[in-house]
């Protein structure tokens, strides 16, 4: 039979996936970078959601439900960020976010 994983070990993958997310959120000028970050991190609290759901309540549905929500403001964001990227690159003929800096109304 197959061994389960230990939860200890789920909780530090997901934890470094987060930390990469964090940095790479933090660290980029680029807006796709950046999303990019983001998703690392919605990505690390699905592992999470799932890994809690298995080792705690496997007979409920909290966790995949969870992550299903997630997954959605996950595509949501990404649909909405990327229009953003590509009207501040036809405004400003750069996605650095740096040298955006000004609000035209």
């Known amino acids: ?16 996936l987060f930390c990469i997310g964090l940095f790479g959120a933090l660290s980029r000028r680029n807006a796709v970078g950046i999303l990019m970050g983001i998703e690392l991190m919605l990505n690390a609290i699905n592992l999470n ?31 909405v960020g990327l229009a953003m990227v590509i009207a501040v690159y036809r405004a400003w003929q750069t996605v650095n976010l740096d040298t955006v800096d000004a609000l035209k109304g």
């Open 1 to 16: 039979m197959i061994e389960a994983v230990p939860l200890e070990w789920i909780l530090t993958v997901a934890a470094a």
């Open 49 to 79: 959601l799932v890994a809690f759901w298995r080792y705690l309540s496997p007979l409920s549905s909290t966790g995949p439900v969870f992550s299903l929500l997630i997954i959605t403001i996950a595509a949501a964001e990404a649909a």
